[in-house]
């Protein structure tokens, strides 16, 4: 079954840092596009950032450019989100997502989650 | 960036009754648009892609239509475990965008 497991999520002051992973199982992860997508407590899904099967190109939603950096490994089938400079309103569970499409979705399947919390 | 556009917020339905759910966007996104349902404290899960195509497992009493702004999930008898709230995705565009979502609550 394909699998998706994100870690790394927790408590972190304004302004500090988070690293989250996402370990991926039984499908070829170098074939694909993948995602992090998130949803603050009790609101919809927002699309946050991207990469491309070989990495070559990664994009972000403009509220978390600057701070937020994908990447990936494909030796280890790992997809990270490295986070800086964290605000309040980044607060979110943390969802990884397969593409099999063309990068723009549709997702299937996702990540169980990591909840992110930025708050003193 | 592709608003969509969900609605009703809230269904209240009863087991056994036809649900239609409605997905406007802002500009065309030809018939790349695709329907997500999350239960609560669960992961989302695709139920159709590319409009009208359902996702694998995914049961016949789901049903989708549309094309260029306007969309339609349709949830033929509603059972018990299909009381969720229902995303619509455009992937036509970048960046990919969601609806607000649609709460389908038994009444």
């Known amino acids: 079954e394909v699998q998706l497991v994100e870690s790394g999520g927790g408590l972190v002051q304004p302004g500090g840092s988070l690293r989250l992973s996402c370990a991926a199982s039984?499908?070829?992860?170098?074939?694909?596009?993948m995602h992090w997508v998130r949803q603050a407590p009790g609101k919809g899904l927002v699309w946050v950032s991207r990469?491309?099967?070989?990495?070559?190109?990664?994009s972000y939603a403009d509220s978390v450019k600057g701070r937020f950096t994908i990447s990936r490994d494909n030796a280890k089938n790992t997809l990270y989100l490295q986070m800086n400079s964290l605000r309040a309103e980044d607060t979110a569970v943390y969802y990884c997502?397969?593409?099999?499409?063309?990068?723009?979705?549709?997702?299937?399947?996702w990540g169980r989650g990591t909840l992110v919390t930025v708050s003193s | 960036e592709i608003v969509l556009t969900q609605s009703p917020a809230t269904l209240s339905l009863s087991p056994g009754e036809r649900a239609t759910l409605s997905c406007r966007a802002s500009?065309?996104?030809?018939?790349?648009l695709a329907w997500y349902q999350q239960k609560p404290g669960q992961t989302p899960r695709l139920l159709i892609y590319?409009?009208?195509n359902r996702a694998t497992g995914i049961p016949a009493r789901f049903s989708a239509s549309g094309s260029g702004t306007d969309f339609a999930l349709t949830i033929s008898s509603l059972e018990p475990e299909d009381f969720a709230v229902y995303y619509c995705q455009q992937c036509y565009n970048w960046p990919p965008t969601f609806g607000q979502g649609t709460k389908v609550e038994i009444k």
């Open positions: 039984e499908f070829t992860f170098s074939n694909y596009w």
């Open positions: 990469i491309h099967s070989d990495g070559s190109t990664t």
């Open positions: 997502a397969r593409d099999p499409s063309r990068g723009s979705g549709p997702f299937d399947p």
């Open positions: 590319d409009t009208s």
């Open positions: 500009q065309s996104v030809s018939s790349f």
